[in-house]
DNA sequence: GTGCTGACACAGG
DNA sequence: ACCTGTGCCAGCA
């Protein structure tokens, strides 16, 4: 355990990563807008502290680029879930397909 | 209260 | 596609 306990703000955080359903992702600052509070950075400290009890490779930038030191896990998630990737010329992903794979939540 | 740091975002080169 | 500078908010010493 990591954790002492996590925040309200860090539940919500969780809690929204928790709902994103497989094949979609959503960037720190949708799930702080999303929520209505805090922001991308306070988004990236609860996953950075916390994130490894859920989908944190559903959390990314909102450019789309993967988690640094974890693409390869990420990578194979994805290719797992079906998440649409965007590769470069050279047929190596260079990062998830934000245009199709960003979550609204439940509705947008 | 002040200063540094961080799983970010945006604009410019 | 990659690096730099600035803005943002919260945590810690």
Known sequence: M??????????????????????????????????????????????ALWGGGVA????????GSFLAGHERQALAHYRAEGTPLRRSRDGAASGVDMRRARWPGSGG
């Open 56 to 63: 944190w490779w559903r959390v990314i930038h909102n450019d």
């Open 2 to 47: 990591v954790t002492p306990h996590p925040s309200d703000f860090a539940e919500r955080v969780l809690d929204v990563t928790e709902r994103i359903p497989p094949g979609r992702v959503m960037s720190y600052g949708d799930i702080a807008e999303y929520l209505g509070e805090g922001g991308p950075r306070q988004v990236g400290r609860v996953m």
